[in-house]
T-cell receptor, first 111, second 113 residues
Framework: DGGITQSPKYLFRKEGQNVTLSCEQN?????MYWYRQDPGQGLRLIYY???????QKGDIAEGYSVSREKKESFPLTVTSAQKNPTAFYLC??????????FGSGTRLTVV | AQSVSQHNHHVILSEAASLELGCNYS??????LFWYVQYPGQHLQLLLK??????LVKGIKGFEAEFIKSKFSFNLRKPSVQWSDTAEYFC???????????FGTGTRLKVLA
């Protein structure tokens, strides 16, 4: 079945460490997105990529970085510069003007 | 700048009650509109979408939404809710021709059996 795979499901990180969240899709979608979901704040866009080797900052890109070397993959790195990284991270993809397909998310906790 | 407002943050209903969740957006151009649902422990799923045509759109599981352009609204409705509708509901807006979506803050619905 086509879909988006995010791994790991739960991730713990020590303060000061960088961590990379994986997002892989086999839907052949061009556009991919990273959102952060916090209670009461909905989904906020971190980064998005319309095509391979190209990406744009979203509304809350500070402290995050991404790459898009392959169409299927859009990893997100949460750097030590992100002041409040504990959150639920969602990856999504989209083809054309249609709705998103979401992954199941990664819950990151900084300890 | 675009924004999406969901007025009800928490809604509690009894089974068989009717549901209406509000969604208003601010954007002067043409938009695509979406409602997503997140059931407990599951990932976000598309409930329904509006691109053009009949402003009353029907989605999965008996949900429908009406686009009222003059009010910049896209309210979600269901005539009779079930316990299994307990979830968080998100409205989203996409300015036509762009890749960016804006999500509302979500509405947590709890349906009492």
């Amino acid at each position: 079945d086509g879909g988006i795979t995010q791994s790991p499901k739960y991730l713990f990180r020590k303060e000061g460490q960088n961590v990379t969240l994986s997002c892989e899709q086999n839907l052949n979608h061009d556009a991919m997105y990273w959102y952060r979901q916090d209670p009461g704040q909905g989904l906020r866009l971190i980064y998005y990529s319309q095509i391979v080797n190209d990406f744009q900052k979203g509304d809350i890109a500070e402290g995050y970085s991404v790459s898009r070397e392959k169409k299927e993959s859009f990893p997100l790195t949460v750097t030590s510069a992100q002041k409040n990284p504990t959150a639920f991270y969602l990856c999504a993809s989209r083809e054309g003007a249609g709705g998103y397909t979401f992954g199941s998310g990664t819950r990151l906790t900084v300890v | 700048a675009q924004s999406v407002s969901q007025h009800n943050h928490h809604v509690i209903l009894s089974e068989a009650a009717s549901l209406e969740l509000g969604c208003n957006y601010s954007y002067g151009g043409t938009v695509n509109l979406f409602w997503y649902v997140q059931y407990p422990g599951q990932h976000l799923q598309l409930l329904l979408k509006y691109f053009s045509g009949d402003p009353l759109v029907k989605g999965i599981k008996g949900f429908e939404a009406e686009f009222i352009k003059s009010k910049f609204s896209f309210n979600l409705r269901k005539p009779s809710v079930q316990w299994s509708d307990t979830a968080e509901y998100f409205c989203a807006v996409n300015a036509r021709g762009t890749y960016k979506y804006i999500f509302g803050t979500g509405t947590r619905l709890k349906v009492l059996a």
